[in-house]
């Protein structure tokens, strides 16, 4: 039987302020990891663009939830891998918040299939919105984080993009150039006080996770040394620290959030 998520994301955590007066954008933040980034962020005191691509009920929902905790919510539809709508949607943001001072490149898609049968747009569209939507919004963003003076860019990738998955090469080839990304600009912009960091979740208590066979969510379980799959909260919450003024000096570092199954 497959354990039940339980204590961790049932238990009431007291959280820092540590962003009062921040703004915050999360792409793809509508459901999943995206919506417990942008709750967790607003926990921590940021106002939250929550950007979302076709399921505004559900990027409302979060709005809602970021508002009812206290905070600015601005419900933001884009399409990441389009840049001239990117950018006019982050100059509308930044014109709403007044400024633009936290990044969470989330907005991701998957494609699975074995090399001998991925056709070349199942290849492409992961890369369209993985590698392609990150440097959109980012580039978008960044005059405005350089224009405060302060920033923090923080990039989904996955376990997957260390460890490699069959049936999964344009997925992993795409969340392991997350990490040739982040890494670069991290050494571009260490010098202007904004920070790059990269987020690596293992499997995690998302519809997609939940959606799949019960005998297949029990043998994914037995690989993890934790025996249980991660919660959005998990994440959600490093996501906050390392947007914080306590996580000043990590740059250019991958966390994996996977219960140990990378070891």
């Known amino acids: 039987m497959v354990q039940k998520e339980s204590s961790i994301s049932d238990q009431s955590v007291s959280v820092p302020l540590d962003l009062l007066g921040k703004a915050s954008l999360v792409t793809g933040a509508s459901r ?11 926990k921590a005191g940021s106002d939250v663009a929550v950007n979302y691509a076709r399921e505004e009920l559900a990027a409302q929902e979060v709005a809602n939830t970021v508002s009812i905790i206290g905070r600015h919510a ?19 943001i930044a014109e709403d918040f007044g400024h633009i001072d936290i990044l969470v490149n989330n907005a991701g898609i998957n494609r699975d299939r074995t090399l001998l049968k991925m056709s070349p747009q199942e290849w492409s569209e992961v890369m369209k919105v993985n590698l392609d939507g990150m440097f959109n919004v980012t580039k ?5 984080m350089l224009k405060g003076g302060w920033g923090r860019i923080i990039n989904l990738s996955s ?8 049936g999964q090469s344009n997925y992993a080839a795409s969340k392991a150039g997350i990490i040739g990304f982040s890494k670069s600009i991290a050494k571009e912009l260490a010098s202007k006080q904004i ?10 208590t998302t519809s997609m996770v939940e959606s799949l ?4 969510k029990s043998s994914l379980i037995q690989r993890i040394p934790m025996k249980r799959f991660a919660n959005p909260q998990e994440i959600g919450d490093l996501v906050a ?8 000096y990590i740059t ?6 996977g219960g140990g199954l990378n070891l």
């Open 213 to 216: 066979p019960e005998e297949i």
């Open 159 to 166: 376990i997957i993009g260390l460890t490699g998955n069959v």
């Open 140 to 144: 978008a963003v960044l005059p405005h």
């Open 252 to 257: 250019g570092e991958v966390i994996t959030i």
């Open 195 to 204: 920070t790059v960091n990269v987020i690596a979740p293992g499997f995690t």
């Open 32 to 42: 999943g990891i995206g919506a417990a980034i942008a709750i967790a962020l607003s």
């Open 241 to 248: 620290y390392l947007a914080s003024p306590r996580s000043a």
């Open 74 to 92: 601005l419900k933001s539809k884009f399409d990441v891998t389009n840049f001239n709508e990117v950018k006019n949607a982050i100059d509308r």
